[in-house]
């Protein structure tokens, strides 16, 4: 195999950290009346190397480096281009959100661009304390990007709640980390792999497993670990609400793919039912606790919970096409939830004016536009065909039901039924309610760069939804990294040769 110089192997974290550097270094030089939009087209473009670079790692053979830490593959590039392609957009649509509100924006644009760095090396990690190490740089920087609305005392709440209950979190994983050396002497995943269908100490490896899945079943706000989300989805700034509530779900749900489909495979009897029980409950609680929201946010935070429900049905699987779908279906989640949180964000303004159902009343009067938008995500949402989240909805199901999971496929078309209600309640208020005047709340037109974003999520859902095939040839070629001869000519073999 083809020798590769070991740094290329993390060239996108490379690079956004390099951005985030550089813009932190470069503010304190521009005077305090200069506008910051500046540093953010800088991590924009820094945004596009990283992308760039990741696509160009398709064509690296697979590999190791750094001691067998971190691994490029087919499945660790899906993700980072997912990384980098939400990051991207989240750029592009908050890049006037802070303007003339906040001091030190160059801080905001510098805490994204390392909060996709620990989610990149979260995916890519193939030994569990770079996850652990990926996982607290992301856990950081989002922790403080949730209270960034500095005198906002709902913000500042966020921010604690989801520091503390983030802390408890990461402590179950680490934890669970330290029990699964414990059992097997290593802490690589291949190592796990091997020591746990060896091991002679199966209760321990239990324990491991069950801490580790508290822990990431936290950052995808999965049920029984999803409390934090409502508080923290209402509290933080729309924009941020929009990233945290995709990034790390993705990087979560791959760092947990990596777990159970290679770690504990030999498990699978133990960890299928587990995650059969959390898909479950997260989409039952997550649809009944959005129907009795009235806050905007509060809905769309129950919602999240109920999608990580439909994710982990695909995990339920444990076959190649269980893991395509599982990454198919974080992508179209992304481009539909980023999405309605940035309409939310040019709506309701950086103080947050509009975040209860009757404020969007008759709103298509006003803004035809914003609201055609709004309208189709929610459409995307519900999985009405012809968008990202009616195909991936399909494609999930479809895998589970050829695995004999009938009774989680009905439970989740059922939970799919009963979200329609509150996303069409959400689009009524829009469309069908009248508008009233006497609380008429003026905004500024929406710039070049948020129209920019709007109309790449835009025409993400309706690929996704219509022409697929580039996304599913990538997210198939994924799941050949764990099952070698079923991807495509992209695919990698499930264990490369390492490198140092």
Not at 95 to 119: C, K, P, Q
Not at 205 to 227: N, Q
Not at 382 to 408: D, Q
Not at 473 to 485: D, E, N
Request: glycine share 8%.
């Amino acid at each position: 195999m083809t020798a590769v110089f070991p740094a290329l192997r993390i060239l996108p974290e490379i690079l956004l950290t390099l951005t985030g550097v550089l813009v932190m270094v470069t503010e304190p030089l521009l005077s305090a009346k200069i506008s910051r939009k500046p540093l953010g087209v800088l991590a924009l473009l820094g945004t596009l190397a990283a992308i760039a670079a990741s696509a160009w790692q398709l064509h690296l053979p697979a590999g190791t480096a750094f001691f067998n830490t971190v691994q490029t593959d087919a499945f660790s590039v899906f993700f980072h281009l997912l990384i980098g392609g939400i990051l991207l957009v989240t750029l592009l649509v908050s890049l006037n959100y802070f303007e003339g509100h906040s001091t030190y924006i160059g801080e905001f644009y510098a805490l994204l661009l390392f909060s996709a760095v620990g989610m990149m090396l979260m995916t890519s990690a193939i030994e569990l304390l770079m996850v652990f190490l990926g996982l607290e740089i992301s856990s950081i920087s989002t922790y403080i990007l949730a209270g960034y609305r500095k005198r906002s005392a709902i913000s500042a709440e966020a921010s604690i709640k989801y520091f503390l209950l983030g802390s408890f979190a990461t402590a179950f994983f680490l934890y669970g980390v330290a029990l699964c050396f414990g059992a097997t002497g290593s802490t690589n995943i291949y190592s796990i792999a091997a020591g746990v269908a060896s091991s002679s100490s199966p209760l321990l490896l239990v324990l491991a497993l069950g801490m580790m899945l508290i822990g990431l079943g936290f950052k995808v706000s999965a049920a029984p670990f999803h409390v934090w989300t409502p508080d923290v989805y209402e509290g933080a700034p729309a924009p941020i609400v929009g990233f945290m509530s995709t990034a790390p779900k993705a990087a979560a749900f791959a760092v947990l793919l990596r777990i159970t489909y290679t770690g504990f495979g030999t498990m699978s009897h133990i960890w299928i039912p587990l995650l059969w029980i959390m898909a479950v409950a997260s989409m039952t609680i997550g649809n009944l606790g959005a129907l009795t929201q009235r806050n905007v946010k509060r809905m769309l935070a129950y919602s999240s919970i109920a999608h990580a429900g439909y994710l982990l049905v695909a995990f339920t699987a444990f076959s190649a096409d269980g893991l395509a779908a599982a990454c198919f279906y974080t992508a179209a989640y992304a481009a539909m939830n980023v999405g309605a949180f940035a309409i939310i964000s040019y709506l309701s303004g950086y103080d947050e004016r509009r975040v209860h159902l009757q404020d969007y009343a008759g709103l298509a009067k006003r803004h035809p536009l914003a609201s055609a938008a709004m309208a189709i995500f929610l459409l995307s949402l519900i999985g009405i065909p012809f968008t990202a989240g009616f195909f991936g909805k399909f494609y999930v199901f479809t895998v589970a039901m050829h695995s004999g999971r009938w009774i989680l496929v009905a439970i989740g078309l059922l939970n799919s039924g009963l979200a329609a209600f509150y996303y069409l309640r959400f689009l009524s208020q829009i469309y069908m309610q009248p508008y009233d005047a006497t609380q008429d709340i003026s905004e500024a037109p929406a710039q070049p760069a948020f129209v920019l974003g709007i109309a790449i999520l835009v025409a993400a859902v309706f690929v996704l939804g219509i022409i697929p095939n580039r996304v599913l040839h990538l997210a198939r070629a994924s799941a050949a990294t764990y099952f070698p001869g079923t991807g495509s000519n992209v695919a990698v073999h499930a264990r490369p040769t390492p490198l140092r």
